[in-house]
């Protein structure tokens, strides 16, 4: 598995002091990165199990029809997505990532920053499911 083959933007993934990841999971982070960038492909998600959950504060979706819908829906929401910052705080199962993500609602032009805690949670198969708990709104 490479970030070329996966199309995956985010290369730079940043963990805490002493963090390390494997290969494996900088491509992981990196895929869940460029998905909440409203950056997604078919390649990254094909790196979730089907039966996979992605969920956040507004909604639970899953299975491959409910998440990708989320994932592709950011594009349809928000004419701008920017990535603030990011640190992978645990590299253990789940991952967890500190996320401040600036959003800017479409037609509207309503800008909102978001502070978000992700986990990602694995199995032997791929991503079991990613959870979103936005913590704070700027």
């Known amino acids: 598995m490479s970030t070329s083959n996966l199309n ?3 290369t730079n993934v940043q963990t805490a002091l002493g963090g390390f990841l494997s290969s494996q999971q900088k491509i992981i982070v990196g895929s869940v ?3 909440f960038a409203g950056r997604p492909s078919l390649q990254k998600l094909a790196l979730w199990r089907d039966d996979a959950t992605f969920t956040d504060p507004l909604t639970i979706a899953t299975s491959r029809d409910r998440y990708t819908a989320q994932w592709y829906g950011l594009q349809q929401a928000f004419s701008e997505i920017e990535r603030l910052s990011h640190q992978v705080t645990d590299a253990g199962n ?3 990532i500190d996320l401040k993500t600036r959003y800017v609602v479409k037609g509207v ?3 909102q920053t ?3 805690k992700v986990m990602i949670h694995l199995d032997e198969q791929g991503y079991k499911s990613t959870k979103d ?3 704070a709104k700027e």
């Open 109 to 111: 032009g309503k800008e």
């Open 94 to 96: 789940p991952i967890h």
């Open 8 to 10: 995956i933007e985010t």
């Open 33 to 35: 990165l460029d998905l």
């Open 114 to 116: 978001i502070s978000s």
């Open 133 to 135: 708990d936005k913590c």
